[in-house]
């Protein structure tokens, strides 16, 4: 089974609007990782959250991990229609060397 | 784009049959993962590689196996193909230990089987 899972699994907002997404994971992490994916392609890495840390920015993305929770959320300012794809969380797991996707939000910004 | 290739686009086989799947690395990355997406789902782990040996593996069967070569560029074989087999197979290249390192995505292989 998956380690994360996102919610909501669908969002859809208009342009300007701010879209917010959130993963819990089930086991303890070393860090956390953000992906975007469009239309069944390859994923791109968006940002990445250690375990130690509690809110990380990069341009008009803002995430923020709680561990006590075992959940992180990503906030995109100002949505762009080119921002419409997949958004997926990632974690390593604590122990061995596997990496574990979630379920994906798909997210539609509306021009 | 990432400079990680994948070969082929597209495949359609047979149940019963096998397929291989190749993946380049992006220059510089020693490790290679290779993940299953199934339509409306996130990638699943399948193994990983680094410096041409298994380095972690997911929850698949015995029938997925890899290989990684001394450049780095790496195959996914699957054996005796099922259908619930058809998906998306994805790799990605990394500097070792891609849960601290940004990974590369390649483009994808869609299998279908049939």
């Known amino acids: 089974s998956q380690q994360g899972e996102e919610d909501p699994q669908a969002l859809s907002i208009q342009e300007g609007e701010n879209a917010t997404m959130n993963c819990s994971y089930k086991?303890?992490?070393?860090?956390l990782q953000w992906y975007r994916q469009n239309s069944g392609r390859g994923l791109v890495h968006l940002i990445l959250?250690?375990?130690?840390?509690r809110e990380k920015h990069s341009g008009r993305l803002r995430v923020t991990l709680d561990t006590s929770k075992k959940s992180s959320s990503l906030l995109i300012t100002a949505s762009r229609a080119a921002d419409t794809a997949s958004y997926f969380c990632?974690?390593?797991?604590?122990?061995?060397?596997?990496?574990?996707f979630g379920t994906g939000t798909s997210l539609t910004v509306i021009p | 784009e990432t400079g990680v290739t994948q070969s082929p686009t597209h495949l359609i086989k047979t149940r019963g049959q096998q397929v291989t799947l190749r993946c380049s690395s992006q220059s510089g990355h020693n490790t290679v993962s290779w993940y299953q997406q199934a339509l409306g789902q996130g990638p699943q782990f399948i193994f990983q590689y680094y410096r041409e040996e298994e380095n972690g593996r997911g929850n698949f069967p015995p029938r997925f196996s890899g290989l990684q070569f001394p450049n780095y560029s790496s195959e996914l074989n699957v054996n005796a193909l099922e259908l619930d087999d058809s998906a998306l197979y994805l790799c990605?290249?990394?500097?070792?230990?891609?849960?601290?390192?940004?990974?590369?995505f390649g483009p994808g292989t869609r299998l279908t089987v049939l």
């Open positions: 086991t303890s992490i070393n860090n």
């Open positions: 990632a974690t390593d797991a604590e122990t061995g060397n596997q990496f574990y």
């Open positions: 959250i250690r375990s130690n840390e």
């Open positions: 990605a290249s990394s500097l070792p230990n891609p849960g601290i390192h940004e990974q590369f």
